[in-house]
Each structure stands twice: as structure tokens, then as C-alpha cells.
């Protein structure tokens, strides 16, 4: 496992912009997949986002695509959430998770050992 860190949440109006970011230690970023997921009031985690090893395979959940980028530097150790044109549907805690056993760990969360604590996004109409 290794230890997550997410920063960059926050309140922003419909149409507007986020950065998140999540810092990894313990294990080297290139080794392992990584996503973020998130969870509004009263639903289930769904994923976001997701990226392999690499950084050079990703893949969206249908509801963020065009909007939402996810990235990862491997020398820094530390993956991104770019999201613009923000919904107020997106409003959600959102979490960086790793999948430290496997080189792409697909959208299923179970594939994922290690998570943050969250970070709030919170979008106005």
C-alpha cells in the first residue's frame, strides 16, 4: 500500500475550474495504477477517472468526458484531476485512490488498496 494525499478541492460556480491533486508516498507513482472516484450524498462511490502506470492509458466515466483530464508524473509522484465546464452534479467528494497490485486496475474499486481522505468539490448553479 502507500500513503495518498489529495489537495485542490473546493467551491467554484457552474462553468468553472478545479485542479486536484494527489501526492503518493511510499511507493514509486510508476509502478502502480491510480484513479480518482468520488461520492456524492446518498449515492455509491462511482469512479471518475482512471489511469495506468504509465500515465499514458485512461479512461472516463461517460458523465466527465471532454470535461475532466487525469494525469499522472511519475517523477513527482503524483496524479491529477483536471476538471473544467464543472456541473453542479458534480459536486461530490472526490477521492485518489491506487491500485498497488497491478499496472492498470480498471474501474471496479475493489482493485484499489489504498485511498485518501477525500477532498470536498462543491459546485454552485
Known amino acids: 500500500q502507500v500513503q495518498l494525499v489529495e489537495s485542490g478541492g473546493g467551491l467554484v460556480q457552474a462553468g468553472g475550474s478545479l485542479r486536484l491533486s494527489c501526492a503518493a508516498s511510499g511507493r514509486t507513482a510508476g509502478s502502480y495504477a491510480m484513479g480518482w472516484f468520488r461520492q456524492a450524498p446518498g449515492k455509491e462511490r462511482d469512479v471518475v477517472a482512471i489511469i495506468d502506470s504509465t500515465g499514458s492509458i485512461t479512461s472516463y466515466a461517460d458523465s466527465v468526458k471532454g470535461r475532466f483530464t487525469i494525469s499522472k508524473n511519475n517523477a513527482k509522484n503524483t496524479a491529477y484531476l483536471q476538471m473544467n465546464s464543472l456541473k453542479p452534479e458534480d459536486t461530490a467528494i472526490y477521492y485518489c485512490?491506487?491500485?498497488?497490485?497491478?499496472?492498470?486496475?480498471?474501474?471496479?474499486?475493489?482493485?484499489?488498496?489504498?485511498w485518501g481522505q477525500g477532498t470536498q468539490v462543491t459546485v454552485s448553479s
Open positions: 485512490a491506487a491500485g498497488t497490485r497491478f499496472a492498470w486496475a480498471g474501474k471496479d474499486f475493489n482493485a484499489y488498496d489504498s
